[in-house]
């Protein structure tokens, strides 16, 4: 068990497994997103309520949790960089943050797209998920600055992981503090909370897209920590070695 | 600051000895004091100018204009809170010090609310006056005013010490600092909101003074670790 861990935790090792993680985790999430794509575009029944439009969901809730997770990433990435100092800790947080940045605008763009028929508006300062995602999403940017203004990575993984920290904290009292702030704001609630249970027509597709777009997020995340890794690792000799070495001899 | 005495005099000297430091160097400074005291005024007068001097519409937006000028007037204060410190070296001696670096932060932020959110939440009042805001409300305005600056200053000082010693500091602390002190606006102009239209506000006090609890007990460690990162 703790073999598994001190061998993942080394950079040379985790790069290795990665390049073998990702085709496994791609494929499956690409087929997953397709099957949902066709089956909640085309064959979901329409919502007796709001027709068509409804289906930006199998967009909308994948990118929206996903964009969560990220956080959760960022912060626990962070934590057991700070605590177990694990360098590659470190470079998850460094490469999940623009990831969850990009689902975050994702999820804003797609809530504000279905807003548009639906409340006829762009943009709902009254929906309590919209503002607390924007403040999310200026979190992840505070987070990418703070890293980018330190030129040392060390100590840039190191402070930007307090400031993940601090945020993870923080994201709970936004979500209760904004949905207070709401309440007093709002006339009429749009949305029924814990709604009459889907169609499995329509909820099957969902399920798929929720579990192929995390599958993408897991590629991409494992892509993008491959990269780090190899940045950060570029005056080690692995690295050397690997960049000398003949063409598809890995 | 530096003993020679082999005992080791209790946190609580520490924690009197760095605040008292800092207020007796902005005591020989006054323009740390009073320049974002004029900032909290003049965003105050910028609203009615740009806006107009309806009573009406004074009364409506007053709450938020004032908790926005006290969130920018706090926020820039903030980046002298250890900046000078770490120009001057002594940063680096409270780090060495053998007293508990929590403790120590928590005194110089102690001393930068006294120095700066304080006299934000005197002089409110006579802001608030001029937007037509009545007493009880004043009174509302006064009381989020004092635990938000708290949470202000504690969040702050996480900030300023994550970017302390960076060139582009200014701008990233308020890039850093704003998403984090959302909440604390937000409940504090809505309740001296509610407030105003005779509703009941008491929740949102409550949750500023918890707000204000959580941020004493653990930002202190926050500041601390990320100064002990800051200079490294």
Known sequence: MWTFFHKLASPPHFYRLAAILIPWLAIPGLLLIAYGTYNGLFVAPEDYQQGDAFRIIYVHVPTAYLSMMAYMFMAVGGGIGLIWRMKLAHAVGAAVAPLGAAFTFLALLTGSIWGRPMWGTWWEWGDPRLTSQLILLFLYFGYMALRSAIDDTAKADKASAVLALVGVVNVVIVHYSVEWWSSLHQGQTLLKKGGPAMDPAMLYPLLAMILGFTLLFGALLARRVRTEVLFRERRSRWVRELVLAPIGGR | ?232
Not at chain 2, 27 to 40: H, S, V
Not at chain 2, 125 to 134: D, F, K
């Open chain 2, 1 to 232: 600051m530096i003993s020679d005495k082999p005992s080791q005099p209790g946190i609580f000297r520490g924690l009197y000895a760095t605040t008292r430091r800092d207020l007796l160097l902005a005591w020989k400074r006054p323009g740390d004091i009073l320049n974002p005291l004029f900032f909290f005024a003049m965003v105050c007068t910028l609203f009615p100018l740009a806006v107009g001097p309806s009573p009406e519409q004074l009364i409506f937006f007053g709450p938020g204009v004032l908790w926005v000028a006290a969130l920018l007037a706090t926020l820039l204060s903030l980046n002298t809170l250890f900046l000078s410190d770490h120009e001057d070296g002594s940063l680096e001696q409270l780090l060495l010090s053998a007293q508990p670096l929590p403790v120590l932060a928590l005194g110089k932020t102690l001393a930068h609310w006294l120095i700066s959110g304080l006299p934000l939440v005197i002089i409110s009042p006579l802001l608030a006056m001029t937007y037509h805001l009545s007493a009880t409300v004043v009174e509302v305005l006064m009381l989020t005013l004092f635990l938000g600056t708290i949470c202000l200053s504690l969040l702050g000082s996480i900030g300023a010490a994550l970017t302390v010693g960076l060139h582009r500091g200014t701008a990233l602390l308020s890039l850093l600092i704003l998403p984090l002190a959302m909440p604390v606006l937000l409940l504090g102009a809505n309740t001296v909101s509610l407030a105003a239209d005779n509703d009941p506000y008491a929740t949102g006090i409550w949750a500023l003074g918890a707000y204000a609890v959580a941020a004493l007990s653990l930002a202190p460690y926050a500041t601390a670790a990320a100064l002990r990162i800051s200079n490294e």
